[in-house]
């Protein structure tokens, strides 16, 4: 996981998020930062003072604008809050009168959502394993994303990884149409 956060950092990538069901890599946020300064220095050698990488903290949105690369790790919890933090948003409005309850429709919510995490929602996601599932990663987030399937994420090569950007620039959006 450590090599494709650098390959992305590596080819101009801004946001990274690392979704894990089971909750792994959150709980060891250092150890994965640690093999992440470990790679980088593997693979970009002495460029590696050019890129920098920072975990996003849910709690100061800020700090993701204020370096190259941002990682964000999720797990299942993630992104409830939000959507919770949306809703109490939006009763309060209407509770001042400053919307119905009638406003409330795809736009109004995909704001609300929006004004609260602070990470742009994923453009491409690369989903490992043979299960076709996003096992708990929350449908309103990946919306819009491109989903590509690798085997495993043990062992990739940089050419896999290589690979799918290519499957995902090749990709035509039709926003429903």
């Known amino acids: 996981m450590a090599s494709l956060v650098v390959w992305c950092m590596a080819v101009g990538i ?10 792994i890599f959150k709980r060891n946020n250092s150890r994965l930062m640690d093999e992440i300064l470990k790679q980088e220095q593997e693979l970009l050698g002495l ?22 690369s941002t ?17 109490q948003n939006f009763c309060q409005m209407v509770a001042q009168q400053q919307r119905t309850y009638t406003d409330l429709d795809v736009n109004v919510l ?5 004004s609260t995490s602070g990470f742009p929602d994923p453009d491409l996601v690369l989903k490992f394993g043979p299960v076709d599932s996003t096992l708990g990663f929350l449908p309103w987030h990946i919306r819009l994303t491109e989903i ?14 290589f690979s799918a950007l290519h499957r995902y620039a090749a990709c035509e959006q039709r926003w429903g149409k």
Request: glycine share 2%; aromatic share 8%; charged share 25%.
């Open 110 to 114: 995909d704001n609300l959502l929006s």
């Open 71 to 87: 990682l964000k790790v999720l797990s299942p919890e993630d992104g409830k809050a939000d959507i919770i933090k949306a809703a």
């Open 47 to 68: 460029d590696c003072s050019k890129y920098t990488v920072e975990f996003a903290n849910q709690d100061k949105a800020d700090q993701v604008l204020n370096c190259q």
């Open 148 to 161: 590509i399937s690798l085997p495993s994420h043990q062992n990739i090569s940089y050419e896999d990884f």
């Open 14 to 23: 801004s946001y990274v998020s690392v979704y894990d069901h089971n909750g």
